[in-house]
C-alpha cells in the first residue's frame, strides 16, 4: 500500500556536498548558520571557546580522535517552513506552536474530544495509541471510515511532560504483582491510573509503559531499528514473514516516511556519552559495530511529515519522561495528529476493559471501557462495574500494548469471547538488560535537564549503539548495546541508589591517586548535586541492552487485575554473559558496574521498557500456536476461524525478542496489518497530502463517509430509515454540544462538574402511566419484590458556570452508564443529556426540581428515553432530614423513544415524559455513593483563579437556592407578578351578555358554544364561588379546563359572573342571599334565549353545576322558592349546597376571637374590603399583615411564600392542595380572586357556625326547613367535596346528603338513583376545578352524573378525535 504521507527527503550532514568553503570550527562549539559563526544563548551570538575539561591519558583501547568539527561542514537549504535550528537552545520551550490569538488561552493543542462528544457507534474503533494504534487510526481515517481511539492516559503535548520529580511522581501508576525474593508476593494497584507512567511488576522482569495520547512513543528514546533478517527467520514467525522477511522492508519504509528518523547530525555538539560509547566499544574490540543511530528526534525547525511545526531538539536528555522541547516525532505528532486531521476522533482517560460480540440485529463488537474521567474514580466499585461501551461497526484494531492488549483478551475471553488458549503466553521482555556505569575516570553528561547549557548540551536519550547482532551462528546470540540518559526527576535518588545497591563491581587496580579521585567524584555529587561537572554522576554512564530472552513469560488476571510471570530471564546464563560484557565496558572507563535496580533490590528480577508478545502470531497458522495470524487478526479458537474486523496492531503480535528496539518493528506489523484490512475491504486511502496543521482548529478533513452512507441506506427499508433519523438527530446533537463546549472554550468560561451514582429499583410496565408518588412507590416495591434492579453512573458537567448559575433552566450536560437487568440492552450508555439543577416545576408550585433527562442506548441498539426528577418542595421547610430525603430520591420513568422535535414541544406539562411507557421506579443515592460524590465535585478553569471562582460561584448558587428552600417560611414574600405567565390555554367565551337581576344589579353571563357536533347540544349552567369568576371553570393556566372538557362533550356551557365574585358590584357589601337574584335572571335569560321547541311548550330545563358559595347562594334560591326548581334539570354540588359547616381551621378563626368578631376586628382596621390581591407598594397595615400571615399554621407541605395565597387562606382557609395546582396558577393566583366585603364575611361566618344557610339580617331567618325542603322534590343532587378541604368541613355535605335521602328517599328517580356524594382523594376544596389533574380525576365522574341526568343512563360518553384526545393520548397531560 503506497504511503498516504508526503516524502520527505532527507540528507545528513555527510550526504550533503559542500558548496562553499567555510571557516572551520574547533571542537564543536560554533555553528555557522548562514555563514555566520556563532552559537546563540538567550539570542545573543557568542564567540568560539573551547572549555576545559577532566581528560585522562589515552589507553590503547581508545580511538583516535575522530572530529568531524574540524572539517569544512556546508550550509543547508530548506523548505518554505524551515529554517537552520541554530543548535540546541538554552531552554526548552513549550514547543508546539500556538495558532491562538491569545497564547495565554490556547497554550496547548486539545485534539482529543471530550466524553459528551461520542457517538454511540463507529466504522473501526481503535485501541490505544502508540505506534500500532497510531497507523490503525491514521490509515482507517484516510479511507474514509469513521474512527474512534480509545486511550487510558491523558492529552498532554510538549510542554506538559513532567520535569520535576514531584511532578514525576505524581504521574506514576503502579499495578501487578509484587514480588521481591524476600517477602511474599503481593497483588498491588495504585497511583493514578491515567498517570503517565505505568509500571507493572511482575515475578522474574517488571515493566515500565506510558499511558498518554501518543502511547509509549512520549517515554521511549526514539531509536528506529529494523530487525535484523536472522530473527525474522526464526521458528516462531508465521511462514508469511519468516520465508519472507522482506516483506516488512515495504512497511519499515512507510513508518520511516511518517517517522522521518535520522542520526545525530555530525555537524551538532559533540556528545560526551556517545564519545565514551565509542571508546568502550573499541574496549570491547567491537568498534567496528558501533554507529550513530537513526532516531525520530528533529534536529531542525519546520512541519514534519504530517504537517505538525516541530522544533530542533534541545538536547535534554529528558526523553524517558516526555520531551517537553518539541523535537520528537512521537505519535501524537504524527500518526495521530494525521488520524485528527482526517476526521478520526480520540477520547482520552477510556481505560478498555473486554471486547464482546454486538447483540444482533447488530454487527461487529461492542468495546466497553472504564471511563476516569470527572473524577469518577473516586467511585472504586463503579468504574470497573458500571463500563461503558462503543459499537464498531466493522472493526477493532488492539493498540494497548503487549500488555494492555493482552490484558484485554483475557478478559474478553472470560467474558464468553471465543480465543485461543494461547492468549497471555510467550511474552517476552525483549531482553532488555538496565546498567550503570558510575563513576567513571570520564566526564559522560548522561543526566537530563529540562534546560541544559548550550555548552554543556546532554543530547538525545540514545544517540549511539554497538550493534551486534550480525555475524552469530545463532540469531538469539545478537544484541545491541545503547547508552542512555536519566530525567532529571530521578536525580535526587541516583547516587544513593547506586551507592547502596547490593553487587555493584568496582574497578580494580586504581592505584591510591586513582581511589582518591573517585572518592572525591563521589563526596562532590553528595554535597553539590547531581549535575556538579567533575561528580560521579556526570560520570555515570547509562546502559540498555536489547537482546533475546527465553520468551517463557506469561500474563494471567489474578482478583481481576492483570499479573505478569517471567520466568528465568532474571538468572539465565545470556544475561549473565551480557553482563559481564557491560562490566568489561564499564571497567574499561574506570567505573563501577551497578546492575538494574529491579535486579538488585527484588533478588535477580530484571526491568523492560520493551514488552511484546501476549497475542502472538502463529506460526502454523492456526488457533492452536498463536493468537492471531500473520495479519494480525484473531483467532475463534484453536482452528484456522478469525474474528472479522478484530486485529492486534501491537506489540503484542511479536512472537520471540527482537534484540533490537522494537517500535520500528511495530509500526512496519501493524502498516501492514492495516493494509491487508483496507485490501480486503476494498477501501482506497485518499493520497492528499496535509498542510500544516493548526491544532487549535478544526481539522482539515472531517469525516468524509457519512452522506454517502446514509444515502445508500435510504433504500434499503424502513428499519435502514430509522437508523438514518437516528444518525441525523445524534450527529445534531453532538454538533450542539461541539458548540457548546467551543463557546464555552473560546470565551475563556470556568465551569463545574461532579459525578454521581444512584441505585433503586425499576418496574417494566407499560400500565404505569399516573405521574404521582403513589405510582412510583408502587412500582418501586413490585420491583423490589422482582429483583428488578437499576443503578446509573453519571458525570455531570457544566463548561459555563454562567450557564448553569444564571440560565434559568440550570443545565448541565449528563454522561456515562445506566444498568437496568429488566430492560432488553442493558447496560445502555448515556450521552449529551440534561441535567437541571433547581429547575423551576411548573406543574407544582413553589417546587424546584432537579431533572436528568436523557435518550440512551443499549448495547443491542435499543434506544430509550429516561427521565427522572428530585422533587424538592415546601415539605423540606425547616427540616434538613427531608430536604435530604428530596433531593436523594429520583423518580424514574422509561418511555419509548421519539424525535426530538416531538419531544420538545410547548403544548405538554412534561416533556421528558412523552411517549409510550416502559418502566417506573425509585432510585436513591446511598449515604457511602453521596460522600464519594462530594469528592468528585471539580471546577474547571484555566488558572487557579478562575477555578476557585468557579467553585465559589457554584457553591453560592447551590446553598442559596437550597436555603430558599429549606427556610421557605422565613424568605421574602412572593408578590403578584406584573406580566401574565404561563397562559396556556387562554378559553375566550364565544358570547357574554350583561344580566340585570330584579333589583337593578348588572353581573355578566358568559356562554361557550359546544364544540362536539357529534351528539346534541344541552345547555350546562356553571356557578362559581364567591371572589372568582369564570375563571375557576375556563382556567386558562391549565391545559385542560372544565370549559374545554364540558364543551367537548356537547354541552353549551353558561358561567355566571355574580354579585359576591370578581365584580366592582361586589364592594356594595352583597350576601349569599342577595345572589340568588342573579341566578334567576341567568337562567331567565338562557330560557330566553333557547326556548322550547314548539309553540307553549316550555324551555328544557338546565343541568346546574354550582361550587362552595355559588351553590350556597342557590340553595337559598331554590329552598325560599325565588329559583323554581322545575327550571332545573340536575344539580351538581361542590364541596356545600345548604348545609355549610366550616372546617376545623376557619371553627377556630371564630372561636378565638369570641369579644370581637374577626370580621369586625378587621373592619375596623383595614376598612369593609378585603382584597385578595396585594402588592410590596401596598399600606404599611397591609404589608404587615402579608407578614404576619405567612405564620399562620399548617402543613410543612402547604408551605409556601405567595401573598395572595396567604391572604385566601386568611379569609376563606386554605382553598387547595398546592401539589395539585401548577406553578402558573398559583403564582397568579390574585388574578382569579378578587375580595371579600365584611358584610358578606360575617354572613359567612355565621352560615358556617351554624351549619345551615339562611337570609340577611337582622334576622338571618333559616331556610333549610322542611317546608323548604321539600321544594326540591323529585330534583337529582350530586353532592361531593375534597377530602382535604380546608375551607369547609366534609360534613357539610354529609349532613345534606342525610336530610336528602331522609326526606325523600333515593329511588324517586327513573334511574333509581336521586341523590350520590362522593369524597375526592387528594383533593381540597378550589383545586377539584383548577387543579392541573382535575381533568382526570373529578370532571369525568361530574360530567357521568351530568350525562346520566341529561341524556339518559344508558348513554355513553365517546371521546371526540380533538387537540384534548391528541394531548391525553401522548402523555402531554401529566396525572
Known amino acids: 500500500m503506497p504511503s498516504a504521507i508526503p516524502d520527505i527527503t532527507k540528507t545528513g550532514a555527510r550526504d550533503i556536498q559542500t558548496t562553499e568553503v567555510e571557516v572551520p570550527v574547533t571542537n564543536g562549539r560554533n555553528r555557522k548558520p548562514n555563514g555566520t559563526s556563532t552559537w546563540p544563548l538567550n539570542g545573543h551570538g557568542r564567540g568560539s571557546s573551547v572549555s576545559s575539561v577532566d581528560t585522562f591519558n589515552q589507553s590503547a583501547c581508545e580511538p583516535s580522535p575522530r572530529d568531524h568539527w574540524d572539517e569544512p561542514q556546508p550550509s543547508y537549504s530548506y523548505g518554505d517552513h524551515e529554517e537552520e535550528a541554530g543548535g540546541p537552545r538554552s531552554r526548552a520551550y513549550a514547543r508546539i506552536r500556538s495558532f491562538g490569538d491569545d497564547p495565554k488561552t490556547a497554550q496547548f493543542p486539545r485534539i482529543s474530544k471530550p466524553m459528551e462528544l461520542m457517538r454511540h457507534s463507529y466504522d473501526c474503533v481503535v485501541i490505544g495509541s502508540g505506534y500500532g494504534g497510531g497507523v490503525a487510526a491514521s490509515r482507517m481515517a484516510r479511507a474514509g471510515e469513521s474512527v474512534c481511539l480509545l486511550e487510558r492516559g491523558k492529552e498532554r503535548w510538549p510542554g506538559e511532560y513532567p520535569d520535576g520529580t514531584l511532578d514525576a511522581m505524581g504521574q506514576v501508576h503502579y499495578s501487578g504483582e509484587f514480588a521481591p525474593s524476600w517477602l511474599p508476593s503481593k497483588i498491588v494497584d495504585g497511583g493514578d491510573p491515567t498517570g503517565m507512567y505505568h509500571l507493572i511488576f511482575g515475578r522474574g522482569q517488571n515493566a515500565v509503559v506510558c499511558n498518554g495520547l501518543g502511547g509509549t512513543s512520549l517515554m521511549n528514546a526514539n531509536v528506529f531499528l529494523e530487525a535484523d533478517k536472522g530473527t525474522l527467520q526464526l521458528e516462531a514467525w508465521p511462514e508469511e514473514i519468516r520465508d519472507n522477511p522482506e516483506c516488512l522492508d515495504e512497511y519499515y519504509k512507510k513508518a520511516a516516511e511518517v517517522l522521518e528518523p535520522e542520526e545525530y547530525p555530525d555537524d551538532w555538539p559533540k556528545l560526551k556519552k556517545l564519545e565514551l560509547l565509542e571508546t568502550q566499544a573499541k574496549c570491547l574490540n567491537l568498534g567496528e559495530k558501533f554507529r550513530r543511530v537513526r532516531q525520530t528526534t528533529r534536529f531542525r525547525n519546520g512541519p514534519n511529515s504530517c504537517g505538525v511545526e516541530m522544533y530542533p531538539s534541545a538536547l535534554t536528555g529528558q526523553d524517558a519522561t516526555g520531551l517537553n522541547d518539541g523535537s520528537k516525532n512521537t505519535t501524537l505528532v504524527t500518526y495521530i495528529a494525521d488520524a485528527w486531521n482526517w476526521g478520526a476522533e480520540m477520547f482520552c482517560e477510556a481505560e478498555v476493559r473486554y471486547i464482546t460480540k454486538a447483540p444482533e440485529p447488530q454487527t461487529g463488537y461492542i468495546v466497553y471501557f472504564a471511563w476516569h474521567g470527572r473524577n469518577r474514580g473516586h467511585f472504586k466499585a463503579n468504574l470497573h462495574g458500571d463500563l461503558m461501551w462503543v459499537h464498531a461497526r466493522k472493526a477493532v484494531f488492539l493498540g494497548a500494548g503487549a500488555v494492555g492488549t493482552t490484558e484485554i483478551l483475557l478478559r474478553s475471553k472470560n467474558m464468553g469471547l471465543d480465543l485461543s488458549d494461547k492468549v497471555g503466553q510467550n511474552m517476552s521482555g525483549n531482553g532488555d538488560i538496565l546498567g550503570f556505569g558510575y563513576n567513571t575516570d570520564k566526564e559522560v553528561n548522561a543526566m537530563g535537564k529540562p534546560f541544559p547549557s548550550p555548552y554543556h548540551p546532554i543530547g538525545p536519550c540514545i544517540t549511539g549503539i554497538i550493534d551486534n547482532r550480525d555475524g552469530h551462528e545463532n540469531p538469539l546470540d545478537g544484541y545491541v548495546i545503547e547508552e542512555g540518559s536519566m530525567p532529571s526527576a530521578l536525580a535526587p535518588f541516583l547516587q544513593a541508589m547506586l551507592e547502596h545497591l547490593p553487587g555493584s563491581i568496582k574497578p580494580t587496580g586504581e592505584g591510591l591517586i586513582g581511589n582518591l579521585k573517585a572518592n572525591l567524584a563521589r563526596v562532590g555529587s553528595a554535597f553539590l548535586g547531581p549535575y556538579f561537572r567533575k561528580g560521579a554522576i556526570e560520570r555515570t554512564q547509562v546502559y540498555l541492552i536489547m537482546s533475546h530472552d527465553s520468551n517463557q513469560a506469561y500474563l494471567t488476571l489474578k482478583n481481576d487485575k492483570p499479573v505478569l510471570e517471567f520466568v528465568g530471564v532474571g538468572r539465565s546464563d545470556h544475561v549473565k554473559h551480557l553482563k559481564g560484557i557491560l562490566e568489561k565496558a564499564t571497567k574499561a572507563v574506570g ?785
Open 591 to 1375: 567505573g563501577t558496574f551497578v546492575s538494574n535496580p529491579w535486579d538488585s533490590l527484588l533478588g535477580g528480577q530484571q526491568v523492560t521498557v520493551h514488552p511484546i508478545g501476549g497475542a502472538c502470531m502463529s506460526r502454523d497458522g492456526t488457533g492452536s500456536a498463536g493468537v492471531t495470524n500473520h495479519r494480525g487478526q484473531v483467532f475463534t479458537g484453536s482452528g484456522i476461524e478469525i474474528h472479522p474486523g478484530l486485529i492486534v496492531t501491537d506489540a503484542a503480535v511479536i512472537p520471540t525478542a527482537l534484540g533490537a528496539n522494537p517500535f520500528a518493528t511495530i509500526t512496519a506489523l501493524a502498516e501492514r496489518s492495516v493494509d491487508h484490512f483496507i485490501k480486503e475491504q476494498k477501501l482506497t486511502i485518499d493520497m492528499r497530502k496535509n498542510g500544516v496543521l493548526n491544532l487549535f482548529g478544526p481539522p482539515q478533513h472531517q469525516h468524509h463517509s457519512h452522506n454517502h452512507k446514509s444515502k445508500r441506506r435510504h433504500h434499503r427499508g424502513r428499519r435502514a430509515q430509522v437508523q438514518h433519523a437516528e444518525e441525523l438527530e445524534e450527529i445534531e446533537r453532538i454538533n450542539s454540544a461541539n458548540n457548546a463546549i467551543a463557546a464555552a472554550r473560546r470565551l475563556n468560561d470556568s465551569g463545574f462538574g461532579f459525578t454521581e451514582v444512584m441505585s433503586g429499583y425499576i418496574h417494566r410496565d407499560k400500565g404505569l402511566k399516573r405521574d404521582n408518588v403513589d405510582t412510583y412507590e408502587l412500582a418501586a416495591r413490585t420491583a423490589k419484590s422482582l429483583s428488578e434492579t437499576a443503578r446509573f453512573f453519571l458525570s455531570v458537567q457544566s463548561f459555563d458556570i454562567r450557564s448553569i448559575i444564571n440560565d434559568p433552566s440550570h443545565r448541565a450536560m449528563l454522561t456515562g452508564t445506566f444498568v437496568c437487568p429488566t430492560l432488553e440492552g442493558s447496560p445502555f450508555m448515556v450521552q449529551r443529556g440534561d441535567f437541571n439543577l433547581f429547575l423551576l416545576d411548573r406543574k407544582a408550585p413553589g417546587t424546584r426540581n432537579l431533572t436528568y433527562d436523557f435518550d440512551m442506548r443499549g448495547i443491542n441498539g435499543r434506544k430509550l428515553h429516561f427521565h427522572g426528577y428530585k422533587v424538592v418542595d415546601s415539605s423540606v421547610a425547616l427540616s434538613p432530614i427531608q430536604f435530604w430525603k428530596s433531593t436523594s430520591t429520583l423518580y424514574v420513568t422509561i418511555t419509548e423513544p421519539m424525535p426530538d422535535s416531538d419531544r420538545m414541544c410547548e403544548d405538554a406539562d412534561e416533556c421528558g415524559l412523552l411517549g409510550e411507557i416502559v418502566a417506573k421506579g425509585i432510585m436513591r443515592i446511598q449515604p457511602a455513593d453521596f460522600l464519594s460524590e462530594v469528592m468528585t465535585l471539580t471546577p474547571t478553569g484555566s488558572s487557579i483563579l478562575q477555578k476557585v471562582m468557579s467553585a465559589g460561584n457554584f457553591l453560592t448558587f447551590f446553598t442559596r437556592k437550597s436555603m430558599s428552600l429549606l427556610l421557605a417560611p422565613l424568605t421574602p414574600l412572593q408578590y403578584p407578578t406584573q406580566t401574565y405567565i404561563g397562559f396556556v390555554n387562554n378559553t375566550p367565551p364565544t358570547k357574554s351578555y350583561k344580566i340585570r337581576a330584579s333589583d337593578g344589579v348588572v353581573t355578566t353571563l358568559h356562554m361557550w358554544e359546544s364544540t362536539n357536533p357529534a351528539i346534541e347540544t344541552k345547555n350546562l349552567f356553571m356557578v362559581p364561588g364567591a371572589s372568582v369568576d369564570h375563571q375557576i371553570f375556563a382556567l386558562p393556566t391549565i391545559r385542560y379546563n372544565a370549559v374545554n372538557y364540558f364543551c367537548r362533550a356537547g354541552y353549551r356551557v353558561w358561567v355566571t359572573v355574580h354579585r359576591i365574585g370578581m365584580l366592582m358590584v361586589a364592594q356594595d357589601d352583597w350576601t349569599t342571599f342577595d345572589t340568588r337574584l342573579d341566578f334567576k335572571a341567568c337562567l331567565q335569560k338562557i330560557r330566553e334565549e333557547y326556548p322550547g321547541s314548539g309553540p307553549g311548550q316550555e324551555p328544557e330545563k338546565i343541568y346546574t353545576i354550582a361550587h362552595c358559595m355559588g351553590s350556597v347562594a342557590l340553595s337559598t334560591g331554590l329552598l325560599d322558592g325565588t329559583i323554581p326548581a322545575s327550571w332545573i334539570k340536575g344539580l351538581t354540588c361542590s364541596q356545600v349546597f345548604m348545609n355549610p359547616v366550616w372546617s376545623l381551621a376557619n371553627m377556630f378563626k371564630i372561636i378565638a376571637l369570641p369579644i370581637i368578631p374577626g370580621d369586625r376586628l378587621y373592619k375596623m382596621v383595614g376598612g369593609d374590603w378585603f382584597s385578595f390581591s396585594t402588592s410590596k407598594n401596598d399600606s404599611f397595615f397591609q404589608k404587615g399583615l402579608n407578614e404576619l400571615l405567612r405564620l399562620m399554621p399548617d402543613e410543612r407541605k402547604e408551605i409556601c411564600n405567595n401573598a395572595s395565597c396567604h391572604r385566601c387562606t386568611m379569609a376563606l382557609g386554605r382553598c387547595w392542595n398546592h401539589h395539585n395546582l401548577n406553578e402558573a396558577t398559583h403564582r397568579q393566583i390574585d388574578r382569579f380572586f378578587g375580595g371579600v366585603s365584611m358584610t358578606l364575611m360575617h354572613v359567612l361566618m355565621k352560615q358556617g357556625y351554624d351549619g345551615h344557610v339562611m337570609g340577611n339580617g337582622p334576622l338571618f331567618e333559616r331556610l333549610d326547613t322542611r317546608d323548604n325542603i321539600r321544594r326540591l322534590k323529585g330534583l337529582p343532587i350530586m353532592l361531593f367535596v375534597g377530602r382535604d378541604n380546608a375551607v369547609l368541613s366534609v360534613e357539610s355535605t354529609e349532613k345534606t346528603y342525610e336530610i336528602l335521602t331522609d326526606t325523600f328517599g333515593t329511588g324517586d328517580d327513573s334511574s333509581g338513583i336521586q341523590y350520590t356524594r362522593r369524597v375526592v382523594p387528594d383533593y381540597g376544596h378550589l383545586d377539584c376545578w383548577m387543579g392541573r389533574n382535575a381533568w382526570k380525576d373529578v370532571y369525568p365522574f361530574v360530567r357521568e352524573e351530568v350525562d346520566r341526568v341529561v341524556r339518559g343512563p344508558e348513554y355513553r360518553f365517546q371521546d371526540p378525535p380533538d387537540k384534548f384526545r391528541e394531548l391525553v393520548t401522548s402523555g402531554k397531560l401529566l396525572y
